[in-house]
T-cell receptor
Framework: AQSVTQLDSQVPVFEEAPVELRCNYS??????LFWYVQYPNQGLQLLLK??????LVKGINGFEAEFNKSQTSFHLRKPSVHISDTAEYFC???????????FGTGTRLKVLA | KAGVTQTPRYLIKTRGQQVTLSCSPI?????VSWYQQTPGQGLQFLFE???????NKGNFPGRFSGRQFSNSRSEMNVSTLELGDSALYLC???????????????FGPGTRLTVL
């Protein structure tokens, strides 16, 4: 069975500082990897996805993530955060060919002034 | 192009009642998935419909059911509501083109259900 682990439930960080949100997964088959963001009282919005090819993927709002197959990780990074990045971030995997998504429990990013 | 819409946005019910939630996918999208989001459990997959057929199902009791209509609109129903059913219910649609082994899901704003 597949699973996704987001070890950090909350991450406080000061404005303009860098941030990394961690995501590890387990799967016996190849997976596609996604990061979503959820702002208060809204649905989820896709930040970026890894399907194949280059292990460094760039997304919207200045976010990027790196796929590390040997460590089964897909950590999300941003070099300089803004107050508006305060939101909950979800990592998800979709096992190839299944059309199913398995989500992590989310990381609440709080950007402090 | 309009996004995924869900109605109603907020709902209050009492234990034992039943509820029906509605989801209209993005035009042209044929796959609709439902998720339950709670603070402790995160997003839990309920089920996925494609061309009016349930293609995937999560680990929820039979009180949770759904259906999809020929226009791809979907409804989910929860019977005999329990306090623990209080959650944000999210619907997501995807294009599901043949030959591509993944779905990029687009989420609606959710329906917040409170069971008293």
């Amino acid at each position: 069975a597949q699973s996704v682990t987001q070890l950090d439930s909350q991450v406080p960080v000061f404005e303009e500082a860098p941030v990394e949100l961690r995501c590890n997964y387990s799967s016996s088959v190849s997976v596609y990897l996604f990061w979503y963001v959820q702002y208060p009282n809204q649905g989820l919005q896709l930040l970026l996805k890894y399907l194949s090819g280059s292990t460094l993927v760039k997304g919207i709002n200045g976010f990027e993530a790196e796929f590390n197959k040997s460590q089964t990780s897909f950590h999300l990074r941003k070099p300089s955060v803004h107050i508006s990045d305060t939101a909950e971030y979800f990592c998800a995997v979709s096992p190839s060919g299944t059309y199913k998504y398995i989500f992590g429990t989310g990381t609440r990013l709080k950007v402090l002034a | 192009k309009a996004g995924v819409t869900q109605t109603p946005r907020y709902l209050i019910k009492t234990r034992g009642q039943q509820v029906t939630l509605s989801c209209s996918p993005i035009s042209g999208h044929r796959s609709v998935s439902w998720y339950q989001q709670t603070p402790g459990q995160g997003l839990q997959f309920l089920f996925e419909y494609f061309s009016e057929t349930q293609r995937n199902k999560g680990n929820f009791p039979g009180r949770f059911s759904g259906r999809q209509f020929s226009n791809s609109r979907s409804e989910m129903n929860v019977s005999t509501l329990e306090l623990g059913d209080s959650a944000l219910y999210l619907c997501a649609s995807s294009l599901d083109p043949t030959g591509i082994p993944y779905n990029e899901q687009f989420f609606g704003p959710g329906t917040r259900l409170t069971v008293l």
